[in-house]
């Protein structure tokens, strides 16, 4: 899998390994403290080679100092890097085969866009530099720009100069570091395609970092999902939206409706939580924790709200009555607040194809969703001690 | 060549600052802001007429002028005498050469020593911003002592018998019945000393607004450390270098302390500054004196805008 670089007739001793294609990335035990400060803890990842890999987080998390702890910027406190198999904690960042789109672009002021793309390639003594650097600047379509100076492109521009200046070298692992965070909506959105097209075209791999989760759900084949420094979860997006384990990502990816409630019954295929009265019940498959207190959740367009009780049936969770004290409109979805006595609020979104009842602020009404769209969590939401 | 610069800048940073209220009373606001930039030109522009321009030309005066017809000494009239510089040129062309020669090799000096320097306190004590502002003062406390005292003391220091000399002389350095003072190397040694804050502080100036993104950039693409220097750390450092070599080459080919007698050099050591206070003073030959400054100043005017054509940063001129 991981050939020397073909670009180069010899391979020196201590010249940079690179490959056409990705290498795969291991992180094992991770831990980084600054003076006064643990910004990761006990982080594991494994990314395999050739995937779209999203580290999807709160800003402030450590998803940056990560990513620098892989490109070789910063040393860990403890733990291992490696990369395709080889042990690289201790190498130099000019040695790692790695190479990063920074979230600051960090282009060089003083050199035209296409000196910027090739400085890699003269580093490593490739031949045809310039050439391939061309290329790389047709990629990303900016061949026009190639003798400006960065200082005189837009965001953007820069934005695709600084991957054309990583992707050229045809790492073994790229690594971005929200590098569409300074972009418009519009901008942005095209960008994610061109990104993700450009990644299958070049065979990399990709360690993109970003705290939008819904560019993380859209362009990845696994994210994961950190918080405080450490690793929540991690997974394809269907999964980790389907059935998130904690609190944080049940909030953090998409919205949820979390209900805290004491186990009273658990069987073979089935956990039931008592909340004030009410019963949510839960499959096993999908709970976390089977006993003591549990926070059991469900996503806001998996729920049905109904202006009259429903008739209670196997496979269905019902709660209610309870009052409607907001209603949205988002265009193709509306968004309706049920506040419903000692349960709390719930979310629902109904599309609006016309199907749902045709409710006003302060109706009564009964929800409803089916046992297996809920998850139970591991951990509760912030504010619910355990007792 | 300083103030010049100076003024210019006055000038253009305040027609810009009119461009921009101006936008909305077009010509009128325009009109009125030049009126003001003008008048507040006047103070310099008299200030550069009085102490600049009037010497400058009575300078270039005296250098045309002939002597008198009854030869009495330090007797000169009015003339157009091209003669004069081609006198001097050749008669001081050794001290013009050591002028130069001393010159580069002390900017060369000075640069070599003020880069490291200013390198660790503009970058490496970065993160530590007391640190760094104790090292900055630790850099430039010794200039806050007169100039000649210090070069006055340089000579105490390494004269026949002082200690220091025996430690030169134990190392090899200087031959053991041989003498420091009044030596070439000397005279380099003093003009390097001297005029080490005035490259130190430009690179400093340019080293702490180096961006460390940058640099991380370079190693992330492959370059060692020593590339890194020479592909980013250094071409963006040329702005303070280019002003560090020129505040530290201009002065020093004019300077006569370091390299007279009284100091730290020997008649063979003389330099131009050192013959025109010869000439003006103990000579009285004012056309002489004058010619000779007036060759030093185009000379360097010359080499200053080769270098800093080459050097590529025309916007410091
Ligand atoms: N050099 C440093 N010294 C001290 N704290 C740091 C340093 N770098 C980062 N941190 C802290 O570590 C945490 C994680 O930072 P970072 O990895 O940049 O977060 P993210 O990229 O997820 O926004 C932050 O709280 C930040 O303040
Ligand atoms: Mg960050």
């Known amino acids: 899998m991981e050939r020397r670089y073909q670009w180069c007739g010899i391979t020196l001793a201590n010249s940079v390994k690179a490959s056409s294609s990705g290498a795969a990335l291991e992180l094992v035990n991770i831990r980084k403290e600054f003076p006064g400060f643990t910004a990761i803890e006990d982080l594991d990842l494994k990314i395999n080679a050739g995937e779209f890999f999203a580290l999807l987080g709160p800003s402030g998390c450590g998803k940056t100092t990560t990513l620098r702890i892989v490109a070789g910027l910063e040393t860990p406190t403890s733990g291992r890097v490696f990369l395709g198999g080889e042990d690289i904690t201790d190498t130099k960042p000019h040695q790692r085969a790695v190479n990063t789109v920074f979230q600051s672009y960090a282009l060089f002021p003083h050199m035209t866009v296409l000196d910027n793309v090739a400085f890699g390639l003269r580093q490593r003594k490739v031949d045809e530099p310039l050439k391939k650097a061309q290329d790389a600047l047709a990629l990303v379509e900016l061949s026009h720009l190639a003798d400006r100076r960065p200082q005189q492109l837009s965001g953007g521009q820069q934005q695709r100069v600084a991957l054309a200046r990583a992707i050229v070298n045809r790492p073994s692992l790229l690594l971005l570091d929200e590098p569409l965070g300074a972009l418009d909506l519009k901008l942005r959105r095209q960008m994610q395609i061109e990104l993700k097209a450009i990644q299958i075209e070049v065979g990399l791999t990709f360690l993109h970092v970003t705290h939008d989760q819904e560019e993380a759900m859209d362009m990845a084949d696994t994210v994961a999902v950190m918080n405080k420094g450490r690793i929540e979860q991690m997974g394809a997006p269907e999964a980790l939206y389907d059935r998130p384990k904690t609190a944080f990502v049940s909030k953090f990816l998409g919205q949820s409706n979390l209900f805290v409630g004491d186990v009273v019954e658990t069987n073979d295929s089935a956990v039931s939580i008592n909340l004030h009265g009410n019963k949510i019940t839960v499959p096993v498959a999908r709970a976390e924790k089977t006993a003591g207190k549990i926070a059991v959740g469900v996503r806001p367009e998996k729920v049905q709200f109904h202006e009259s009780a429903p008739a209670a049936a196997a496979g269905q969770n019902i709660l209610g009555p309870g009052e409607i004290i907001d209603i949205r409109f988002t265009g193709v979805s509306n968004q309706y607040l049920i506040e419903i006595p000692q349960v709390g609020s719930v979310t629902v979104f109904a599309q609006n194809v016309g199907k749902s009842p045709v409710v006003e602020l302060g109706a009564q009404v009964w929800v409803s969703f089916k046992v297996e769209h809920a998850f139970g969590l591991a951990d509760l939401p912030v504010g619910t001690e355990e007792d | ?317």
């Open chain 2, 1 to 317: 060549m300083a103030i010049a610069g100076f003024s210019g800048g006055t000038a253009k940073g305040s027609s810009k600052r009119n461009s921009k209220g101006a936008s909305k009373s077009a010509l009128k606001g325009d009109r009125k802001g030049a009126i003001v930039a003008g008048i507040l030109l006047i103070p310099g522009l008299l200030y550069l007429a009085l102490f600049f321009l009037t010497p400058l030309v009575q300078l270039v005066v005296t250098a045309l002028e002939s002597p008198d017809a009854s030869g009495a000494i330090g007797a000169y009239v009015y003339d157009f005498n091209v003669q004069n510089f081609a006198d001097v040129a050749v008669k001081y062309s050794l001290q013009i050469f050591r002028s130069f020669g001393y010159a580069f090799l002390a900017t060369i000096f000075a640069l070599l020593i003020s880069y490291p320097l200013a390198y660790f306190v503009g970058v490496k004590v970065r993160r530590w911003p007391l640190l760094q502002r104790m090292t900055l003062v630790l850099v430039i406390a010794p200039f806050f002592i007169s100039f000649l005292l210090r070069t006055v003391a340089w000579k105490q220091l390494l004269s026949v018998g002082s200690p220091l000399l025996g430690v030169l002389q134990n190392i090899g350095l200087v031959p053991h019945d041989g003498y420091f003072i009044g030596t070439p190397a000397a005279v380099v040694f003093g003009l390097t000393y001297n005029f080490i804050p005035f490259m130190t502080l430009p690179l400093f100036t340019t080293l702490e607004r180096l961006d460390g993104r940058l640099i991380e950039a370079g190693a992330d693409l492959y370059a060692n450390p020593f590339k890194v220097f020479t592909k980013i750390t250094l071409p963006l450092s040329m702005p303070g270098v280019v002003s560090g070599t020129l505040l530290t080459f201009i002065p020093i080919a004019g300077d006569y302390v370091n390299a007279s007698r009284d100091f730290l050099g020997s008649s063979d050591t003389s330099m131009i500054g050192n013959m025109v206070d010869q000439d003006f003073l103990s000579n009285q030959n004012y056309p002489y004196a004058s010619a000779l400054s007036v060759l030093l100043m185009a000379t360097i005017l010359i080499l200053v805008s080769i270098y800093v054509r080459r050097a590529g940063t025309e916007e410091l001129l």
